[in-house]
């Protein structure tokens, strides 16, 4: 069991724990720089993905008003063009 959490941890435990405090440490000194705190960067996390997930419904909503747009036109234009092929006997 203990060369699964070795393997798992990538190396000893303690060796990947210190390696883990000394990045934590480098992050945390990186983002104080940054004046960012956990709680910012939680609530900055959340609003990109509120935003992402507006934009996508946005974009879905956006398309289906260029579908209505072009089928007004287009739907109208294909069932003259069918009707005038099956008049003419040409239709398939």
Do not use: C
Not at 57 to 81: E, K, T
């Amino acid at each position: 069991m203990a060369g699964g959490v070795e393997r798992f941890m990538g190396g000893s435990m303690t060796n990947t724990i210190i390696k883990l405090v000394v990045i934590s440490i480098a992050v945390g000194l990186v983002l104080g720089w940054l004046n960012l705190t956990p709680w910012e960067l939680l609530e900055n996390i959340r609003r990109s993905l509120e935003h992402l997930f507006a934009r996508g419904f946005g974009m879905v909503r956006d398309l289906f008003g260029y579908f209505l747009l072009g089928a007004v036109i287009v739907i109208p234009v294909w069932i003259i063009l069918r009707l005038l092929q099956s008049s003419r006997g040409g239709g398939k």
